[in-house]
């Protein structure tokens, strides 16, 4: 007798499983011998199913039980070999294919921060506004139509997806006008620590809302300290509080529209990882790139015209390298970005972006030695520790040492995989 099936008995029927790398379907063969998924256990019958079989030594001892894959397990009939052995190579494919989707991440985040001292050099030295350097990005950023065009894909989208992913790219390009407008009324490490502290903590909310996607327990405190980090470098400097923000009432809200728009632009964000996560199975990340850059060329300038900020074309050849610069910093942001979210969950993504915090003001200390405050390097420090924790806990494999196989079982159950 199959051990697969030995838990449960159906009257008339054999339960048989497909488990495929993003859903798992049953379905009920009347025939023993039907043409149908191959037996495997269900999850239900998991844990009995450990215990009947011989394998179940070799799966608790070699610690290998894949606890964090994005894609399911097939057990083939025939095959010669064992359900611990199949797991174990299985997992170590996961575990390969993990450690790059992170290395693209902080490949991502170091991008990001490049992009931040980018940006504020274009502004001091060449006079580019902020919205005209989103508007000339965008604007290069329309190549990667030959992306889907090559791989015979639609541009816009599959059917019956084009308006979720239209409203992906508006999400997304209205997020980066929001974020890059704040920068004419705060200054850029406070808008973008704001975006991107408003950006983690509000897609873990809408994840959670919108696609039933949970945090752990330690990625939740994790993601935390850092957010507290976030928040110490946002406190205000001695010369700040004794400034006459306070009295002038014209600086006052000047500086409160400023943090409303980073806010609000972590909103928009928030929302473009969610929708995004939702259509990782049905959209490309050139598809995805190509919406954000078409939508980009019709929000920037709208944005540009509202808020009346000057055009001013690079004119020199410096000028022009630090825009083409900043546009490949950008594209490999956004592509690290994306890729990740087909794997992980919104938050863990933007949270990992928290590293372009410190990238920056390494990097601008490299430029313009200026001496950061003890909140700022406080901040800073507990940005990378939550960051560097987060990797180490995902990629480590003692990750899962001494773990029982009942809870693997309620990992597996909780996930969104199922």
Known sequence: ????????????????????PHTVTAKYATQPGDEGYDDA?????????LEETSDRKNLTETKKW??????GVRGAKGSGKGVGE??????????????????????????????????????????????????????????????????????????????????????????LCCAYSSLSFVSSGDGTTTWRLATTALSAILAFLLLEERLGLADGITIAAGLCGLGL????????????????????????????????????????????????????VGTALFTVSWTGCLLAPASLILLQEGWSWPVSAPAWGLVLGLVACSVAAFLGMMHALTRLHPALVSASQSLEIPVALLLHLAVLPLAPTAPEVVGNVMVILSVGW??????????????????EYEEILDSPIK
Request: aromatic share 10%; hydrophobic share 45%; net charge positive.
């Open 66 to 71: 894949p606890l964090t894959l994005f894609g």
């Open 233 to 284: 470098v946002l406190l205000p400097t001695a010369d700040e509080s004794n400034s006459d923000s306070l009295t002038d009432p014209v600086v006052f809200w000047r500086g409160a529209f400023g943090w409303s728009l980073s806010a609000l632009a972590g909103l928009w964000m928030a929302l473009a990882l969610v929708g995004y996560r939702s259509l990782k199975e049905r959209v490309g």
């Open 390 to 407: 987060l990797v180490a806990m995902k990629l480590l494999p003692s990750r899962g040492a001494g773990r029982r196989p009942r809870e």
């Open 86 to 175: 199949q797991l174990a190579s299985f997992g170590e494919a996961s575990v390969s294919a993990s450690r790059l989707t992170w290395v693209g991440l902080l490949g991502a985040a170091l991008a990001h921060g490049c992009l931040i001292v980018l940006t504020r050099l274009a502004s001091e030295r060449f006079s580019l506004g902020p919205l005209f350097l989103l508007m000339v990005r965008s604007i290069v950023q329309l190549g990667s139509l030959a992306v889907p065009l090559h791989r015979g894909e639609n541009p816009f989208g599959p059917d019956g997806y084009r308006i979720r992913l239209l409203c992906y790219g508006l999400a997304y390009s209205l997020s």
């Open 1 to 20: 007798e199959n051990p697969c099936m030995s838990s449960k008995k159906y009257i008339g029927s054999k339960k048989r499983v497909k488990i495929h």
């Open 41 to 49: 256990p269900s999850f239900e019958d998991f844990g009995s199913f």
